[in-house]
């Protein structure tokens, strides 16, 4: 036992002494010409084992990149589509204020209390109907008129539920709307011709009307103010020995292109 002891006690000191010596040969410099000599020897191989560290480390740091990209691409899409969401936002707002600026721009007598409403969809057949995303609890009511942003007359509220209402379109064969020729100064009724037209009867037959001339409302009836545009005459009829005359009317109004339209609060 105690020759072990004394054996590890004796190694331990011949390793400090080549250590001390090391270190003062490399003090004095002594070990410059060794420690060349061993990088000269060891250079190929350091040289070979970052070659091998390169080649396996490139496709995980390629790997890297790819997952680093990806998650780069999935941000931007995301972003994109964020900026695209807002950008269809202020598009929608633009052309809300725009309607709302054509609206303004009326003259002060023909300023009306309005809803704005958005055109939901409509039933062409058997009735002229056109949906709208407002109703009694925004303050709509059954007969009022519907606009466009340019006071063209659209139609009048049919049905007014809680949140939506049906506008009966004055291009509807039941529609009936009491009108009044502007330069002329005639008065008729402008019927519905089953969505394929509007036309003015029960003009007086020896009555001068002209083409082109603008149809507006007259104001006789409840819920339609006077002085909305109807449609422009395109054509006149008149029969032998008949006591009026008709029109044909091409409507002012683009029913299949609203978008959003205005319930005129009397």
Do not use: C, H
């Amino acid at each position: 036992m105690n020759n072990i002891s004394r054996s590890k006690f004796i190694n331990f000191f011949v390793v400090l002494a080549v250590i001390l010596l090391l270190i003062f040969f490399n003090w004095r410099g002594w070990l410059a010409a060794p420690k060349s000599l061993v990088f000269w020897a060891t250079r190929p191989f350091v040289s070979l084992f970052q070659v091998v560290d390169e080649w396996v480390a490139a496709p995980w740091n390629f790997f890297i990149t790819l997952k680093d990209l990806s998650r780069e691409n999935a941000n931007l899409t995301s972003e994109n589509k964020r900026l695209l969401g807002d950008t269809a936002r202020l598009k929608e707002t633009a052309r809300e204020n725009e309607w709302l600026r054509q609206r303004l721009n009326l003259g002060p007598a023909e300023k009306q209390n309005l809803v704005m409403a958005a055109a939901a969809g409509s039933n062409l057949t058997p009735g002229q109907y056109l949906l709208i995303n407002k109703g009694r609890a925004d303050g709509v009511a059954t007969g009022w008129a519907v606009v466009t942003a340019n006071n063209f007359l659209v139609g009048r509220v049919a049905e007014a539920e809680d949140n939506f209402s049906r506008v009966l379109l004055i291009s509807d064969g039941s529609s009936v709307i009491n009108a009044l020729t502007q330069d002329s100064r005639v008065n008729g009724a402008v019927r519905g011709s089953y969505g394929l037209g509007l036309a003015l009867e029960m003009i007086p037959i020896d009555a001068q009307i002209n083409i082109n001339e603008m149809v507006l409302s007259s104001g006789l009836n409840d819920g339609v103010p006077k002085g909305l545009v109807i449609g422009r005459i395109v054509s006149v009829e008149k029969k032998p020995n008949e006591i009026w005359q008709r029109a044909i009317l091409a409507p002012a109004a683009d029913i299949k292109s609203l978008e959003r339209v205005f319930v005129i609060q009397p």
